[in-house]
């Protein structure tokens, strides 16, 4: 045991500091889509998309829906001058329509009721629950990672927890399959108020690449109110703790940093 | 490339002949037999009575309709086909009944395309769970059932356990997959090789690497196309970190389930540092985007000599925590004799990956039918022979290394020139093959049919499915509280077995 401490202590701190300050993802990591130019579209370039997250209406306008985004890259490879990979974490919202991108901008996100407005005193102590409804299994590694060292949550007052009855936070992933439904919904009504539930990943989001409705619903928010969506395929792990600092309300949405 | 470059083994001369088969051409490694579906069963069992395993069974499309059967001998991959001919139902033997490995893989078929074998019987509904039904068969006075799942203490996939149990020893266990079923198979059909592959990749999300490579090998050999030397060394690269990352994270939970933290916290570090040099390497931390039918895509934003640090570091770090981790004794203590399984058991199931390897087996597709860069890389097939929860530790223990190892002669061959990385598939063509690779798991076998250079259709015979039939037998003199370590111990992915 001794040795263990040991070998703990020489480690010295390789925690984040995240939020308090930002934390730089690698160079040339894909993050998120962006959309460099969205006027004059040709409508052939919503066919570039498997999970058609890109729109072109009929005036030419060009929209990314990054909650439909598996970040495959179809987009960026064929029209290079329209789409850019973008090496950023933070890109979880409050509501489904700010995840759709177009050139001006992040859209507008509504104030609603975050937890630690209607609990102020939760702040601190969070406890947190995952469901998988059918993700690929990703999600769930980066979820876990959330409690390793190099992000150790805990230190954040968030602590996981195997009863939903104690929970304040669902951690969702997956598109919510069929044989899921019924415990996803039974999970969800024995928590307690105030809750908040966490849609995690673009399979959580939409659906993602499953697209038989017969199996797969299409994303939590087909089932249940989602209060922050968290897309990407998988969401890193700043990612997704970016998405539980907004559900508590500890980061305001355009915020970067606490 | 269409002929059999080597001679099926000596057993399968006399094979075609009692059973009216003929061999057909097919890619290397792969031995195609024709028969009737009635001699289907016999074929099996005269496969099995040889010492095949057992791989998989589904329904083709590709030259026409018919059942096909995919059994792993001796360095070639054993295909059964037997056509249906469109109308009227496919009858055949049930192999099910004398060979366990086949069960679930003929539930399957059964529920979900209507083949019934002939005098099979089926339990409870496979594919389509209900989390609420719960079959006692157990009874006595103090005998309950624990549905355990689909919703998981702590943050696992869905799966359900349904353990029979008087409180302390667990008399009958029954794994429920399926509850995440998705349908993958039906979204590749339409879809051109290109993109096809980035539903590949998501249907194991921790073996993406594996999944892509398995698959771009089958569109491949279909298409007979052959990828550069290098994008192959590259594709091992991947491969390799992808294994470093699931072996840490099995070797992580079994720390945690003891809790024993700081070794937890070790193995963490350790797998979060690879997850670092994937991003680095890939911009994926799971290494997705980058295996592509054809060869790869992006090579590495690193230097070779920058890998060769980032790998050496890791290395001294692991070989200092695993002296660790074997020399307490409140680790190693609940492992050793934990979820013992016989090779005689492992055999009969037709088990693969780490959890064969724990009982003896030495069952690797990169070493049965070499792929790709092991063809020159070579790999020492790391066994051990007592089954339990221990060994199949000490199996990924050894991996890691041998992983480090591969990965250190893969980067000093890529110090060479850079060749052609991606070698173009022909347009419009049709071919069907199986492709194949170790993933972290175990074997994964994938079919893949082209048609005017479209994905017609998709079979994968993913490792944790046919492992996972394998955990209901994994209790044999174990109590309740051991289950967490044997569960961890097998390593198993619900999104890949439920596709």
Request: hydrophobic share 45%.
């Amino acid at each position: 045991m001794l040795g263990w401490i040991a070998r703990g202590l020489r480690q010295g701190r390789i925690t984040t500091r995240y939020p308090r300050s930002e934390e730089r993802p690698p160079r040339g990591y894909r993050g998120c889509v962006e959309v460099l130019d969205a006027s004059g579209a040709p409508r052939a370039l919503a066919e570039l998309c498997p999970t058609a997250a890109i729109t072109v209406d009929s005036h030419g306008q060009l929209a990314l829906d990054r909650g439909r985004c598996i970040l495959c890259g179809e987009c960026v490879r064929a029209a290079p001058d329209r789409f850019r990979f973008e090496s950023r974490y933070q890109t979880a919202a409050r509501t489904r329509s700010a995840l759709v991108v177009a050139d001006d901008g992040l859209a507008d996100e509504p104030d609603r009721d975050t937890l630690a407005k209607l609990a102020p005193a939760l702040r601190r102590s969070i406890h947190v629950r995952h469901i998988d409804c059918g993700s690929d299994g990703s999600e769930e590694w980066e979820i876990q990672a959330l409690w390793n060292p190099y992000y150790d949550i805990q230190r954040l007052g968030f602590f996981l927890t195997a009863a939903p009855r104690h929970a304040d936070v669902l951690l969702v992933t997956g598109g919510v399959t069929t044989a899921m439904r019924g415990p996803l919904e039974r999970t969800w009504q024995v928590m307690p108020k105030p809750k908040a539930l966490v849609a995690v990943g673009t399979d959580a989001c939409s659906g993602g690449l499953a697209s038989d409705r017969r199996l797969v619903a299409g994303g939590v928010d087909q089932v249940l109110p989602v209060d922050v969506y968290v897309p990407g395929s998988p969401p890193a792990p700043i990612a997704i703790m970016h998405g539980l600092l907004l559900a508590v309300g500890l980061l305001a949405p355009g915020e970067l940093v606490a | 490339m269409t002929s059999l470059t080597r001679r099926p083994t000596a057993l399968l001369d006399g094979l075609p002949q009692s059973l009216g088969a003929r061999i057909e051409p097919g890619p290397s490694g792969e031995v195609r037999l024709a028969l009737a579906p009635l001699a289907f069963e016999r074929a099996a069992r005269m496969l099995h009575d040889v010492g095949a395993r057992f791989v998989t069974i589904f329904l083709a499309d590709t030259p026409e309709p018919a059942l096909v059967g995919a059994f792993a001998l001796r360095g070639e991959l054993i295909v059964l086909r037997a056509p249906t001919r469109g109308a009227g139902p496919v009858s055949y033997g049930a192999l099910g009944g004398w060979w366990p490995a086949a069960r679930w893989a003929e539930q399957e078929l059964a529920e979900r395309h209507g083949v019934r074998p002939v005098q099979a019987v089926f339990g409870r509904r496979l594919t389509e769970p209900d989390a609420d039904a719960l079959d006692q068969r157990v009874h006595g006075l103090d005998a309950f059932p624990i549905p355990y799942g689909p919703v998981r203490s702590g943050v696992f996939e869905a799966i359900q356990f349904q353990i029979e149990t008087g409180g302390e020893t667990v008399a009958r266990l029954q794994t429920r997959p399926f509850f995440k079923h998705r349908g993958l198979e039906a979204r590749f059909v339409g879809l051109t090789a290109d993109r096809a592959v980035h539903v590949v990749e998501r249907v194991a999300g921790i073996a993406a690497v594996a999944y892509a490579c398995a698959f771009s090998q089958a569109v491949e050999r279909a298409l007979e196309v052959q990828p550069s030397p290098n994008a192959e060394r590259w594709r091992v690269l991947h491969a390799e970190l992808e294994r470093l990352a699931c072996h840490l994270d099995v070797i992580a939970k079994q720390a945690e389930t003891t809790a024993l933290y700081v070794g937890q916290a070790r193995f963490q570090i350790l797998k979060e540092q690879v997850m670092r040099l994937r991003a680095r390497l890939t911009g994926s931390r799971f290494g997705r985007g980058v295996i592509v039918p054809g060869g790869v895509r992006a090579v590495g934003a690193m230097s070779v000599d920058e890998l060769h640090a980032a790998l050496g570091h890791i290395e001294r770090e692991l070989r200092r925590d695993r002296r660790l981790f074997l020399g307490t004794p409140s680790m190693t203590d609940r492992l050793i004799g934990a979820g013992h399984l016989p090779r005689e058991l492992v055999e009969n199931y037709s088990a693969v990956g780490p959890v064969a390897r724990g009982s003896g087996l030495s069952t690797d597709a990169r070493h049965e039918r070499p792929y790709g860069d092991y063809r020159r890389l070579g790999l020492q097939v790391v066994t051990h022979r007592q089954g339990d929860a221990m060994a199949r530790v000490n199996v990924r223990f050894g991996e890691l290394f041998e992983s480090l190892r591969i990965l250190r002669a893969a980067l000093d061959h890529l110090r060479h020139g850079d060749g052609e990385l991606r070698s173009s598939l022909p347009a419009a063509v049709d071919g069907a093959a199986f492709g194949w690779a170790e993933a972290p798991q175990g074997e994964l076998v994938v079919w893949v049919e082209i048609r005017d250079g479209l994905v017609h259709r998709v079979h994968l015979a993913s490792p944790s499915l046919r492992n996972w039939a394998l955990f209901d037998r994994a209790f044999p003199k174990d109590v309740l509280t051991d289950f967490a370590f044997i569960e961890h111990s097998f390593g198993l992915t619900p999104a890949g077995a439920d596709r």
